[in-house]
């Protein structure tokens, strides 16, 4: 029975893998952006982290997990003699990537970190059962990848702490490696790891040979990450230069993170924000199961003496020391936690867990943000169908060149477009993200060329909106009695599985008004902007 559950939610994993949801910008500029301008030649903007003077992401561990999987496919097309790989085929490529890697490697990790063999059949189905698993790590983040490092960062403490005959040296090298990519990774991975990693002590005490293999191996990993993370900031710069001014992206990560005056440019939380609102986002009734486990003031529930919930817990209670808390910042909390606590059979338990992984998974998994994707990947073709081409006077046609104005949606991924020299065009995207209605009624009135411009001499005549169909503010100009502007959005294209969640105004509307705007007129449509009076 258990194993056609796990199978099929196996295939459910499969489905939101391929499910075009966008979660957080961060899984796209973190990421794919970073890469797709260098190994494939398509459009890419990276984000401050990235540009700024001291800059404070690494690419140490995203190079293998986005980087290598590009140049893969892009010799597999280089063989195939078509070119380079469509955005399509990378961006399912990589969402293949990640979910093989949780398949693999996370499962792997919840059977290993399982000490009772009649309890791993029950941790493993329950962990693939729950939305995180389904949706976050299918997703390119890095708080996906740290979940991977810090639950093997678990299985090799326990490899190496029941060794009592032996060094476990492979074990201590191989902890060294993830402790670097950890770090490196996000500077939050020690605080899941550091109260589980006193349990080395002893061996390192009975075994030196142990600690100096760790210690030896993790400034050697320590040093090529400096390497490689100097030498993208500055191509130029040589491997002795790496060493004489190396680019410390941790400590750069460090100091930005431990000013309030910079997390709150990102917002800032209450303290209790991890464990009172965000880990019942991600565990809704198995937290609850947990909670009332506590009501035998005479014992210490089991599952709080595991080595899985003592990373979890001492790494949220870290974590909420600084201000700015998200959700995403939990998620290698939920496989250690689900897989050290005992769920009982209860009917009750069985059907809200499924309601409640069901229903989120559907919102973040589908309907989050999920025609960013879709529209971003369609845009090159809109613009074609829609523009007609004109030829000069020596019989060529023209390049195409087009404004993209998106409008209360996440950032759309530049690297999305691709490249697109042969079918000469020139798309600019600009991003206004969440401005009032009257600052996006001005953009369009800038964007948009009056009729006494000659169209042979504006080369941004073209301008096309993205927003969603939830943004009332845009119907003056789809109903032209509605407004007397002489601007005009004519509907283009529709994507109708995508929620606007950053679009809820319940203090103003209220609830039910609200719902039906942002669930009711879901989907993101494009127009293109005209002119209604010109002749």
């Given at each position: ?6 199978l099929?939610?196996?295939?459910v994993r499969?489905y939101f ?12 500029f973190?990421?794919p952006?970073?890469?797709a ?9 990276l ?17 293998p ?5 590009m ?11 078509t ?5 399509p085929?990378v961006?399912?490529f ?12 996370e499962?792997w990790?919840?059977y290993?970190l ?20 389904w949706?976050?790590q ?6 996906s990848?740290?979940t991977?490092?810090?639950a093997?960062g678990l ?19 191989m902890l060294?490696?993830?402790a ?18 006193l ?12 600690l ?15 390497i ?12 002795w230069d790496a060493l ?21 440019l990102?917002?800032l ?13 991600l565990?809704?009734?198995a ?10 003031p005479?014992?210490i ?28 910042f939990?998620i290698?909390?939920?496989p ?7 769920m009982?059979?209860?009917?009750v338990?069985?059907t809200?867990?499924i309601?409640?992984n069901?229903?989120l998974?559907?919102?973040?998994g ?6 960013v994707?879709?529209?971003?990947l369609?845009?090159p ?5 829609n ?25 759309p ?6 490249n ?6 020139d798309?600019e995207?600009?991003?206004?993200m969440g ?14 060329p ?11 005549k ?10 009332t ?6 109903s032209?009695?509605a407004?007397p ?8 294209w ?27 007129r ?14």
């Amino acid at each position: 029975m258990w194993r056609r559950t796990y199978l099929l939610l196996l295939l459910v994993r499969v489905y939101f893998a391929l499910s075009p949801s966008y979660l957080h910008p961060d899984e796209n500029f973190q990421g794919p952006e970073v890469f797709a301008g260098r190994t494939l030649s398509y459009p890419s903007r990276l984000p401050w982290e990235f540009t700024s003077n001291n800059p404070i992401r690494s690419v140490f561990p995203l190079w293998p997990v986005y980087n290598l999987p590009m140049n893969l496919l892009k010799w597999f097309y280089a063989e195939l003699e078509t070119g380079n790989p469509s955005p399509p085929a990378v961006y399912y490529f990589l969402r293949g990537v990640m979910f093989f890697l949780s398949f693999v490697l996370e499962d792997w990790a919840v059977y290993e970190l399982v000490p009772f063999p009649r309890h791993r059949r029950a941790a493993v189905v329950l962990v693939a059962s729950s939305y995180v698993t389904w949706t976050y790590q299918t997703h390119t983040f890095s708080n996906s990848i740290e979940t991977l490092l810090v639950a093997w960062g678990l299985v090799l403490i326990r490899r190496i702490v029941e060794q009592k005959r032996r060094s476990s040296i492979f074990s201590c090298v191989m902890l060294s490696l993830i402790a670097v990519a950890g770090v490196f990774n996000r500077i939050t991975f020690p605080a899941f790891l550091l109260i589980p990693g006193l349990q080395l002590l002893p061996h390192f005490w009975r075994r030196p040979i142990s600690l100096l293999v760790f210690a030896v191996f993790g400034i050697f990993f320590c040093g090529i990450a400096i390497i490689v993370d100097t030498r993208f900031y500055h191509p130029s710069a040589s491997v002795w230069d790496a060493l004489h001014a190396p680019v410390v992206t941790p400590l750069n990560n460090l100091r930005y993170n431990t000013n309030t005056s910079n997390l709150a440019l990102h917002g800032l939380h209450p303290h209790y924000q991890h464990f009172l609102v965000n880990l019942p986002q991600l565990l809704g009734p198995a937290l609850v199961a947990m909670v009332l486990s506590f009501w035998n003031p005479s014992a210490i529930p089991s599952w709080l003496k595991t080595t899985q919930a003592v990373s979890a817990l001492s790494g949220t209670a870290m974590l909420s020391i600084f201000p700015h808390q998200e959700p995403r910042f939990l998620i290698p909390c939920v496989p250690l936690l689900l897989s050290c606590f005992r769920m009982r059979k209860s009917r009750v338990f069985l059907t809200s867990w499924i309601i409640f992984n069901a229903a989120l998974g559907f919102l973040m998994g589908v309907y989050h943000q999920g025609g960013v994707v879709p529209v971003q990947l369609a845009i090159p073709s809109i613009i074609s169908a829609n523009v007609p081409k004109q030829e000069d006077v020596s019989g060529k046609q023209p390049g195409i060149s087009a404004t993209v104005l998106w409008w209360k949606t996440y950032s759309p991924p530049l690297w999305l477009l691709g490249n697109n020299t042969s079918s000469q065009l020139d798309i600019e995207t600009r991003d206004l993200m969440g401005i009032s209605g009257p600052e996006m009624a001005r953009e369009l009135e800038s964007a948009v060329p009056s009729c006494t411009v000659k169209p042979a001499s504006d080369t941004s005549k073209h301008v096309f909106v993205v927003a969603p169909n939830s943004a009332t503010f845009l119907d003056r100009y789809t109903s032209p009695s509605a407004d007397p502007s002489d601007l005009e959005l004519h509907e283009l294209w529709s994507y109708r599985k995508h929620i606007n969640l950053d679009d809820l105004d319940i203090g103003d509307d209220g609830l039910i008004p609200t719902l039906r705007r942002v669930v009711g007129r879901r989907g993101l449509n494009v127009w293109i902007a005209r002119r209604a009076r010109c002749p």
